[in-house]
């Protein structure tokens, strides 16, 4: 939330699933009441107006499904999915069923989703980046931005596939080390671009930078990694 309203957005958090968490680790998490989620959903379309979504921990298969009924009644919203299935350090957040359930009925109405090198594996089944994101595109998915933070290198690299003849990459300055939530905040700012009115590359620039800023930043918060400071303001 702090990232969407960093980037001059406001936030309507609707919340999916609970954890037990530090900068170290997941150690718990449990999906909220399907039909609990229903009503936040209804209850803020009908209050306010949404302009782009972005998901996150969503718990299991039928929070899924909730959350597509409501997609399936707004389809001009842009949806940013980051498809997320490990914490960094290692906690588990989705099983094979939510697993399945996310690429077969939520990633066809998203226009983006942005899995890091691990999840894009998992979920394309496949150890190439761009074998798995073509196989993620061959079951509906509109475009795939995988991820580089989890690699080596002087840079990362973010790549997005889309059904263009070729992918379009991004290299931004490595820094070093890990951090808590920096995808998280990448597919929070990609939505946020979306909701004013960038195109979905211009999108993912402008939070490519923003992240890149909030990790020259970042906060020893705990004794795990360090968390980026989204609470900069970004002048656009």
Not at 153 to 159: A, E, L, P, S
């Amino acid at each position: 939330m702090q990232a969407i309203t960093s980037l001059g957005c406001h936030p309507l958090p609707v919340l999916t699933c609970l954890t037990v968490q530090d900068t170290r680790n997941v150690y718990g998490a449990e999906a909220v009441n399907p039909e609990l989620i229903r009503e936040q959903l209804r209850c803020i379309a009908e209050d306010a107006p949404i302009h782009a979504v972005k998901t996150g921990a969503l718990g299991n298969s039928a929070v899924v499904d909730v959350l597509v009924e409501f997609l399936e009644k707004h389809p001009d919203i842009p949806v940013i999915t980051d498809p997320v299935i490990k914490a960094a350090g290692g906690g588990d957040l989705a099983d094979d069923e939510l697993l399945a359930t996310m690429k077969e009925r939520l990633f066809p109405l998203a226009e983006m989703i942005t899995p890091n090198g691990i999840e894009l594996a998992l979920l394309g089944e496949c150890d190439d980046p761009a074998e798995a994101a073509r196989k993620l595109l061959s079951k509906g998915c509109a475009s795939v931005l995988a991820t580089g933070g989890h690699g080596t290198g002087v840079h990362i690299t973010n790549t997005l596939y889309n059904h263009a003849l070729k992918p379009m990459s991004w290299d931004v300055e490595r820094i070093g080390g890990e951090y808590h939530g920096t995808g998280c905040t990448l597919a929070a700012a990609i939505a946020a671009g979306r909701a004013l009115g960038l195109s979905p590359r211009a999108a993912i620039s402008q939070a490519q930078n923003y992240v890149h800023r909030t990790i020259l930043h970042a906060l020893e918060v705990g004794r795990g990694q360090p968390v980026p400071d989204r609470g900069i303001l970004w002048e656009r």
